[in-house]
């Protein structure tokens, strides 16, 4: 219904305490005559619902009872508002006719006794710098080496000694042995252990393109602008083929459209990536879930609440009947979900750091599973800080060692703890790479094409999938000025293969999961790309497109 979060209820209590130099502002309406409830709710519901209140004698008579038992003057007048805008005649145009009957309540789910399977996609704001995350190390053909990195990337380069390895050998990659960024020992530890593999040089792609004409087959987007990439990475749907629908929420979709339930949680704001048509969508603060109205010092508002949007009778207007159905519904719901969480506890101890109490929250969830009744679940996670326009080493140091921290108590209790590491997917993701080039202040800028990872039990890892470019300089094809690397794996191709996994089971399924998918049928990742085991993965779509250019 609303989130509240704990650090901004001082301003709400200023506002109640009346002194003016704490909160953002406050109504400034005064009724005529405060003695007459009618008449203030009369005018509340001209202003407010244009008079259309009026016209439903059983919630009005609820809120003229309530600001009379409020004690009318500004403490009634404080509560009629509140009920006011809780409405359905507030938040559209119905005319609306109440009972006095309550709704169904809300009932804790049964286990479906299903397998259960999450996807916890973890996006890294700002532009990773990933060509400092995944480096050429040793055994390089041809014109790439890590002397050859080094030339490229000047003060931004990392040592060879300062590098963890791993082995690239089977992976048909440029160089036989690459190295990854020191904080990140998790990363070399899953990679090793088969546990998580690296996509080479992906990015938002429309087409097959090149160097010469990426900026005319990249007309429906504008690169190297956060704003613009973040929701292309979180949309999937350059095209906007599934406008509305973020990449998860599809995934969520195609679950409940084979027999799964499914939803979507987020433990950092409400991300495009989430939104379905037909899953739920909860968003969980670091601190932990809110009931709703939580603040000791408030007005009582949840019964009342809940009160003016019983059920009405025939001849209501749909839009204010789905407004109230999915308030209720929501009170219930919020109630299930917050009794699963706060009851849900970790064994490992999570570091005191933003990432690592997002990852917590996420462990939580999934422990309480069975409680609320989930057999598919899409997770978001965010990590600010990555806009390394100055200072790239002091920076990328910083962040990837909160990263690796909180990676590692949740993988260490997803696995040892909760032993459902084989039912979690872990996708890491940023809205472009970086230069490869530095500028004046030690930093790289926005760019395109980087360099991913995918982790979790039943990923068939210790490999490295796309194509790392086997030249970083400006001779490359696939470098343009300033150090930009031109993507040759799209987002769509990994997307296909976790879709596969997740419960698209379709050829259908997967089109509408990510719709631009035929354009790339020779990069596209099946399941068995991804993840071990015996898959018959569905064909690509026999739909007849347009042409495009052959790949680069």
Request: hydrophobic fraction near 35%.
């Amino acid at each position: 219904f609303m989130a509240i979060y704990p650090n901004n209820c001082h301003l709400l209590e200023s506002y109640y305490a009346s002194t003016d130099d704490r909160h953002y502002g406050k109504l400034a309406y005064s009724p005529p005559d405060p003695n007459d409830a009618a008449g203030v709710v009369d005018n509340l519901s001209l202003l407010l619902t244009g008079g259309r209140l009026r016209l439903n004698s059983v919630s009005k008579s609820m809120i003229i009872d309530a600001y009379i038992n409020a004690g009318g003057g500004n403490d009634g007048l404080r509560m009629a508002q509140k009920l006011f805008i809780s409405l359905p005649e507030f938040h559209t145009t119905s005319v609306m006719h109440s009972t006095t009957n309550s709704r169904p309540e809300v009932e804790p789910p049964e286990p479906s006794g299903k397998r259960y399977k999450a996807v916890v996609f973890l996006f890294l704001q700002g532009g990773l710098d990933s060509f400092n995350v995944l480096v050429p190390y040793s055994g390089c053909s041809g014109t790439l080496s890590h002397e050859h990195y080094r030339s490229v990337r000047g003060q931004l380069h990392i040592p060879a000694g300062e590098l963890l390895p791993i082995d690239a050998s089977t992976s048909s990659q440029p160089c036989d042995t690459f190295g990854v960024h020191s904080n990140l020992k998790v990363v070399q530890s899953l990679y090793n252990d088969g546990d998580l593999l690296f996509i080479a040089n992906m990015g938002v792609l429309q087409q097959y393109l090149n160097e010469d004409n990426f900026r005319e087959k990249m007309d429906q987007t504008q690169l190297f602008a956060h704003n613009i990439q973040t929701e292309e990475v979180a949309n999937v749907d350059i095209m906007k083929d599934q406008g509305g629908r973020g990449i998860g929420g599809r995934l969520i979709d195609a679950a409940i459209a084979n027999g799964f339930d499914a939803g979507g949680v987020s433990v950092f704001g409400l991300p495009e990536v989430l939104v379905s048509n037909h899953g739920s969508l909860y968003t969980v603060d670091t601190q932990g879930l809110q009931t709703f109205n939580p603040m000791p010092w408030a007005q009582p508002l949840k019964e009342k609440v809940m009160r003016i949007n019983r059920a009405t009778s025939l001849g209501s207007g749909i839009y204010g009947e789905t407004w109230s159905d999915l308030v209720y519904k929501s009170f219930g719901e919020n109630d299930l979900l917050f009794d699963a969480v706060e009851t849900a506890t970790v064994e490992t101890e999570f570091p005191d750091t933003p990432m690592g109490k997002q990852m917590e929250i996420i462990s939580k969830l999934i422990k309480s599973r069975v409680e609320r009744g989930n057999d598919r679940d899409v997770f978001y996670a965010e990590m600010p800080g990555f806009d390394t326009h100055g200072n790239l080493g002091m920076w990328l140091r910083e962040r990837t060692a909160e990263l690796n921290e909180a990676l590692e108590a949740f993988i260490s209790e997803i696995k040892d703890q909760q032993n459902v590491w084989d039912d979690v997917t872990i996708v890491v993701t940023s809205e472009f790479g970086r230069t490869l080039i530095g500028n004046t202040g030690n930093g790289s800028d926005h760019a395109w094409g980087g360099n991913y990872f995918v982790a979790g039990g039943e990923i068939d890892g210790k490999k490295i999938l796309g194509e790392y470019p086997d030249d970083l300089s400006l001779d490359s094809e696939l470098v343009v000025n300033p150090g930009i690397v031109i993507p040759t794996t799209p987002w769509d191709a990994l997307w296909n293969g976790i879709a596969q996994w997740f419960g698209a089971t379709t050829t259908k399924d997967l089109n509408e999961a990510v719709p631009n998918r035929n354009t790339f049928t020779e990069k596209l990742f099946s399941q068995s790309d991804i993840y071990e085991g015996d898959f018959t993965d569905p064909p690509t779509s026999p739909l007849t497109l347009e042409p495009t250019s052959s790949p680069v």
